[in-house]
């Protein structure tokens, strides 16, 4: 791990030729992948204005301190990451040249030591020159000490971050990390300039006037209602094509239909339009509505130290009275995808030969009675003592989702098990409750994927596990060696196809355990005026504005 | 009058005290927490959620945090906001126009017109007016304002198009006049509810006074009954409205909450749900101390006024 320098020999990016690189892509990397020009294009006449709603407020503007999906929403439009995902999960370059693989040599054919080579010409918002010091700074930052940091996963393991030009850099791995490339995919640069001179780093001048490389610049905030934003002529790629950008907070989901449907509201954005508004969205005139799926997936998580849940059979017989289609259809308007994995069916990794969920309340009762579950006086079954009873909890308030459980809880009681509801609000469900598996079972919507990359060591790692004693969100409490083993061998492989063949055994695997049981992939209804043009779905980030630099009025 | 005062400020500083004390550990005791927000976002670990609740001194016993969030509240130092990083004086004063508008204008309408029909409905007690203006009065009290203002939401924007669906202004143009289009709807159906009760208490208040004997006196001497009305009925019914202004006082400041979500308007009701779903401590506690500060001032200072109004109430 002393050999840095060999980082930026030729020789072994040839050699590695046939290797496809870091996580994620699907094929030979092309950085051009979807046809992006690479020289400066910026676009020197952008015109009109377009408001995107959101249902919560972005708050958070130093895009690597805590922040959640919303705020990313303004990250987008205001900075740049080095590289990012497309729809189809490849890698396109942004503010990097390329996009470092192990076939272009920017990844040694170990893993560990990386080059990267910035794009030239590239200036931050305030006329200062971006450089690969701006870089440094920002991947550092993240592992300051006294630094509020998003996270740590992956950037831990960098060490020796080397400027060897304004626009190369370098580092190394201390140990090979496949999903590197998805975390710095969604790694923000920041401005080190911006920092000379302050002292406390969380509270830094970004908080309140951000000042990134992206396409649009932060103009004004008005706290508790919107962010106006306006075209950066300078920007380093095409676009932008919007003279403004208003990124608009409306609180209540029956107010942003209101909205869009009155014309206030050109793009409707996350939290989107919901189901029961569909019909009619569908007939609105000037108005483009398309379902697109998401990256999250519902499912009931089961916490697997409960003593109702140590059987296979319980969890089989429990997964096969869930009448899954009623739930997607009368619920949720047919809107969401039934699926069996965690793993998006957009996404390369995906399994889709995994066993098909089958609802059957007398295959249900037929695992229980074989397995020794016996009916007590009032129904409910028992085995050596413990009652298939438990609760099941999730935010209050999610009308949805509180009616789906509902539904559950009668086709359990037909199999003789006791689902008792306990929902609690937000704040108190997703902290000690959720994270040291206080719960006996909830119902959830995870995204367990950062970007395209299938690595979920995070949530179904043994060690991942905070009430087994280990660190992460493993809150199922879900120990397989099996599991383990293949979470090791993905993230240390970085072949593409060597991956798909792990992850989908994986998925197989916990498709067969059942820690937790698959409902459906989330699917959300998007909604834009028709003369908008640029909007378009991508599993592999968490919000819209992804490409807001394309964006366009017609 | 002044030994009154002070020790109604002492009082208060008392209460104050309590108050902040009862409203910090509710808030810090519930579960959750302002770093509850990040569990699902993906990549992020117990262990990092641990660190950055050091780094916000979030793990330090309550009785230290209340401590050092009081010394420095007493100092003029409020906090900073978790959820966006700004001081909380200027939190809550960015949010002051927007509310102070609104429930300026809801309220102005409310009492005056609240309380001349009031009046109206008492000297012309049972008559048809006194009878539509009790039912009317009923019904808009028994009507949910949410309800209400998405009604007024599709009836006057979306199928007649006269005015905005929401929102305090529009982008690029906030004018006067683009203000006061937008203000119209929320500031009416704020207004709706406020009249009714308004004229209710009007009409109570101005009942007592009708059958007072310096009422029947003032005519018996055989003064116009509009010189009655205005100088011996309406005078004395509007005392008790002035406790009720008053205790009003921390209402225009503290937002419409529902109102505000329907019309998206960025107020203080808003504000505050915001500032609680997100655990933000600092903004709840400084909206808490706020609004308990604007409640006893608007008492003290209807009791004054009671005091200088009404002759036979004295402050020693």
Redesign the interface.
Known sequence: MTDTEKTTSHLTRRQALMLMGAAGATGLMGPMAIGRDRAFAANADPSGQLVLAFSQEPTVFNPLMPHIEVDEGVYYAVYDPLFDFDPSGEFFAILAADVPTVANGGISADGLNWALTLKEGVTWHDGTPFTAEDVKFSLELTMDPEFRSFRSTGYKLMKNITVVSDTELTWEMTEPFAPMAAILASTYIIPKHVFEGVADKNDSPLNTAPIGTGPFKFKNRMAGDHIELEANTDYHMDGPYLKTLIIKYVPDLNVMYTQFKSGDIDVIGLQYITPDHLAEAETLEGKVVKISGQATFESIGLNTTRPQFQELAVRQALYAAIDKTSIIDALYYGVPTPTETYMPQQSYYYNPDLPKHEFNIDKANALLDEAGWVRGADGIREKDGVKLAFSNSTTAGNHLREQAQQFIQQTFLEIGVAMEIKNLPPAVMWGDYWMNSEFDSVVVGLNTLAGADPDTSDYFMSTASPVLGGAGQNTFAYNSAKVDELLTKGALSFVPEDRKAIYQEMQAVIRHDLPFLPMFQYSVIKGWKDDVTGPAPNVNNRIDSWNVRDWKRS | MLRYILSRLGQSLILLLIVSFIGFAVLTL????P???????????????D??AE??GLNRPLWVQYIDWFTHMITGDWG?SY????PVLH?IG??LF?TLLLMGTATTLSVSIGSSIGILSAIRRGSLFDTTMTIAAMIALSIPTFWFG?IA??IF??NLGWL?????YN??DQSVLDYLRHLILPASVLALVDVAIWSRYMRTSTLNVINQDFVRTARAKGLSSRRVLLKHIVGNSLVPMITLAGLQVPMVLGGALVTE????W??MG??FL?SL?Y?DYPVVMGLLMASALLVLIGNLAADLLIAQIDPRVRLD
């Open positions: 519930a579960p959750g927490g770093l509850s927000q990040f569990a699902l976002s993906p990549g992020m670990t117990q262990e990092q959620i660190k950055i780094q916000m900073t959820r966006d990083g700004q939190v960015s949010h927007a998405l939401i599709y924007s979306l905005p669906a929401g929102n305090m982008i690029g979500t329907v019309f998206t960025p107020g808003r504000l915001d779903g655990s």
